[in-house]
């Protein structure tokens, strides 16, 4: 049986799980299959696709519960194309995947790769008959397959864990940290931390702000890399702005604005500050250790697995500024360091070349490019 991978993005988002589902589709393109990507007319995720030379189906917005009609349209396109396995991301997508599913039951295999944790238990007969139609649960970390078990009425024996991948090549130049805080128009000298993420309560930039209060050691610096969210106002940066202000700041706070090319942004600085009160699952955190950059990073959520409980960073206590202050102080007083050599050996694991072949080996691709 000649096998066709297709992948379905219902949104018109361009976040962090669409992206993820994009660069899949491409990796496993690249690697000789035959891909597809479901998704909406003039998307991002369309776009990408189309600039990138993977075929597209259109498919229409569709309801996030019981929409028997687009389901079965999708059981149809996916006969149609002749898709043998179907990857979701969004849970806004798994109803009318379950729907298509039900229509061909063997013909397809279907798999949901989990990007959010679960925020309550999902044992209720509905979320049961849905999750049925599931071949595949698939997780990015340990923690998420537990929660997976603990949670879920989804059979143990299929679910596996398979991490979100990253093309480590994009953050292998031979690029130091002074050329790259010229790029980012930097001081050359002294410490450095550094946030990265849209400027959002989500992503702790206040937090870290208040915690430079705190601290008894004023000889560091930070620097912020984002941009407000689009069309949510700017309260959250005016409030930025305020607390530079009143702190005296100015000389030791630096904003700059976000970059595609982040490779600079994670070599100019000392300590990646992972602020989020629970990541899933942050890439973030892997483009730094590539970088070799060590984590400053909150204890929950996958932050923990990722750095293999402090062996790659230091853990602080979750949107507590008293906390990551003691720890700000501490790396400063006790000079902690982690070797960039340890950190990108650490992250081979995320290597999008390995967990693409773990996915051939899940889903019985190998040898059917």
Request: proline residues 4%; aromatic residues 8%; glycine residues 8%.
């Amino acid at each position: 049986m000649k096998i066709k991978l297709g992948y379905i993005c219902g949104t018109q988002s361009w976040g962090g799980l669409e992206m993820n589902q994009f660069r899949n589709a491409l990796w496993m393109k690249e690697r000789g299959h035959s891909v597809v990507m479901f998704c909406q007319k003039n998307s991002p995720v369309e776009n990408a696709c189309l600039e990138n030379g993977i075929d597209v189906i259109t498919i229409q917005k569709h309801k996030k519960y019981f929409d028997f009609k687009n389901g079965k349209i999708l059981a149809k396109l996916i006969t149609k194309n002749k898709v043998t396995h179907l990857i979701v991301r969004a849970t806004y997508d798994m109803s009318l995947t379950a729907i298509a599913k039900r229509k061909l039951g063997e013909k397809l295999h279907l798999s949901y790769f989990m990007e959010m944790q679960l925020g309550v238990k999902k044992t209720n007969f509905l979320h049961t008959l849905r999750y049925r139609n599931f071949d595949l649960w698939s997780c990015p970390l340990p923690w998420l397959a537990e929660q997976t078990r603990t949670m879920t009425r989804f059979p143990h024996d299929r679910i596996v864990v398979i991490p979100s991948g990253l093309d480590l090549s994009q953050f292998s130049s031979p690029m130091d940290r002074t050329e790259a805080r010229k790029i980012m128009e930097l001081p050359e000298q002294g410490l450095m931390f550094g946030l990265i993420g849209r400027f959002d309560p989500h992503k702790g930039q206040v937090l870290l702000l208040e915690a430079m209060h705190l601290c008894k050691s004023k000889d560091f610096s930070v620097v912020l890399l984002g941009e407000p969210t689009k069309n949510e106002g700017t309260a959250y940066y005016d409030e930025m702005l305020k607390l530079i202000e009143e702190g005296q700041l100015e000389d030791r706070v630096f904003v700059r604005p976000f970059r595609k090319d982040t490779e600079p942004f994670y070599k100019a600085i000392d300590w990646f500050v992972m602020a989020s009160r629970a990541e899933t699952f942050g890439m973030v955190t892997i483009e730094a250790m590539a970088c070799g950059t060590p984590t400053l990073g909150s204890n929950a959520g996958g932050t923990p697995e990722i750095l293999d409980q402090g062996k790659y960073g230091v853990l602080f206590e979750p949107m507590n500024a008293t906390d990551l202050a003691l720890k700000i102080d501490q790396i400063i007083e006790e000079k902690i360091s982690i070797d960039p050599l340890l950190l990108k050996e650490g992250v081979k694991l995320y290597d999008h070349n390995a967990v693409s072949e773990q996915l051939e080996r899940t889903l019985g691709l190998m040898g059917h490019n």
